[in-house]
């Protein structure tokens, strides 16, 4: 028997106690009809166009942080040395600061602890594909 799942719209061959005594009664799947089918390529096509659409938005949105310069100030003793560490949080509070955009702060990955002054990269993963790499520099207070 022909069902469509209704997670994804995917058309699917299963057999027919499958189909009849758990998928239909759940609602996790509905028969292939003919008018289903095309309905469900209708659904695919909508939610694949709004998925190009963000996937646009976000990589101009990369575009923008890589191009920024985010400037942390900590207290530092001598040779450069922090009196602790610059986290994820911290850098997340200075893109929303300066430039407005609200990061959440486990998007962004470092590579080591920030415990020196000087200058970091950064990787910001906005999607599957999509990251920015702003500069992080860190100076001393």
């Known amino acids: 028997m022909k069902v469509i799942f209704v997670e994804d719209d995917r058309i699917e061959e299963v057999s027919n106690g499958y189909a009849?005594?758990?998928?239909?009664?759940?609602?996790?799947?509905?028969?292939?009809?003919?008018?289903a089918v095309i309905s469900a390529g209708k659904r695919r096509e909508k939610r694949k166009n709004q998925l190009d659409k963000r996937k646009a938005e976000l990589q101009a949105l990369a575009a923008k942080l890589t191009a920024l310069e985010i400037n942390l100030s900590a207290n530092a003793g001598e040779g450069g040395r922090l009196f602790g560490t610059i986290t994820t949080a911290d850098i997340a509070e200075e893109i929303k600061r300066t430039s407005g955009y609200d990061i959440d702060k486990r998007k962004i990955e470092i590579a080591a602890p920030i415990k020196m002054v000087g200058e970091y990269p950064v990787k910001i993963k906005l999607f599957h594909e999509i990251a920015a790499a702003p500069k992080v520099i860190v100076v001393a207070k």
């Open 20 to 35: 009849r005594n758990f998928l239909l009664p759940n609602k996790l799947a509905i028969a292939a009809t003919p008018a």
